[in-house]
């Protein structure tokens, strides 16, 4: 069993930054993969970063050199660090934790840009 608990989202204005936190607890095996995924109100949950445990990082075109991905292996946490944000940022945004081949989502958080 696993549980993923995101945190830090909220009302921000454009162009101001958030960071979104995401601790996971449960059965975790070491190595894994954790991401951040957002889906906006009637469109499909899209990817967004992703992050090994080695920190290997992989980013959306759509966020690439605005949003930062990060984690503390030690408190199981990933990290978002987003930055320039924008209307169009405005989603609910979810983590994921990939361990083996199971993927477990988080319940997200609701991030809304705007003046």
């Known amino acids: 069993q696993v549980q993923l608990v995101e945190s830090g989202g909220g009302l921000v204005q454009p162009g101001g930054s958030l960071r979104l936190s995401c601790a996971a607890s449960g059965n975790i095996f070491s190595l894994n993969t954790m991401g951040w995924y957002r889906q906006a109100q009637g469109k499909q949950r899209e990817f967004l970063a992703t992050i090994t445990s080695e920190r290997s990082t992989s980013y959306a075109d759509c966020v690439k050199g605005r949003f930062t991905i990060s984690r503390d292996n030690f408190k199981n946490t990933v990290y978002l660090q987003m930055n320039s944000l924008k209307p169009e940022d405005t989603a609910v945004y979810y983590c994921?934790?990939?361990?083996?081949?199971?993927?477990?989502w988080g319940k997200g958080t609701l991030v809304t840009v705007s003046s």
């Open positions: 994921k934790l990939g361990v083996g081949f199971r993927d477990y």
